[in-house]
Nanobody, 126 residues
Framework: QARLVESGGGSMPTGGSLRLACTTA????????MAWFRQLPENEREAVAS???????DYADSVKGRFTISRDSASNTLYLQMNSLKPEDASMYYC????????????????????WGQGTQVTVSS
C-alpha cells in the first residue's frame, strides 16, 4: 500500500527557515502530481504548493517568494523549502500525491489527491 511520510518539521523563530521532505513507500512508480497542504483552524486544509511531472509549479499567494517546492523524481521525494517564516505559517503540513494526470479538480483542491501523509508540525515563534 502506497504511503507518504513527511519529515523536517520543527520550531523556528520568525524569519527562520525549514525544509520539509516527503518520501514515498509502497509505490515504485512516479506520482503525476505532488503537493503540500497545511491545516487551517477550521479543520480544513489549505494548499501551499504543487508540482507535477512536467515541472509545472503552483503556489498559494501567501507563500510566493518565500517557499520553494521541488521533487526528486528518481527517489519520488518531495521537498518544501520554507524561508522567511511567519507566525501564520505555523501549522501541520501534509504531503499529498496523485497518479492521475487530469481530474475535475484543481491543484489546490483536496479531492485532487488520493494519497496523503500523516503530517509534520511546523511551529513559528514571534
Amino acid at each position: 500500500q502506497a504511503r507518504l511520510v513527511e519529515s523536517g518539521g520543527g520550531s523556528m523563530p520568525t524569519g527562520g527557515s525549514l525544509r520539509l521532505a516527503c518520501t514515498t513507500a509502497g509505490y515504485p512508480g512516479t506520482y503525476y502530481i505532488m503537493a503540500w497542504f497545511r491545516q487551517l483552524p477550521e479543520n480544513e486544509r489549505e494548499a501551499v504548493a504543487s508540482i507535477d511531472r512536467r515541472g509545472n509549479i503552483d503556489y498559494a499567494d501567501s507563500v510566493k517568494g518565500r517557499f520553494t517546492i521541488s521533487r526528486d523524481s528518481a527517489s519520488n521525494t518531495l521537498y518544501l523549502q520554507m524561508n522567511s517564516l511567519k507566525p501564520e505559517d505555523a501549522s501541520m503540513y501534509y504531503c499529498a500525491a496523485d497518479l492521475r494526470p487530469d481530474t475535475a479538480y484543481n491543484w489546490y483542491e483536496t479531492p485532487r489527491y488520493k494519497t496523503w501523509g500523516q503530517g509534520t508540525q511546523v511551529t513559528v515563534s514571534s
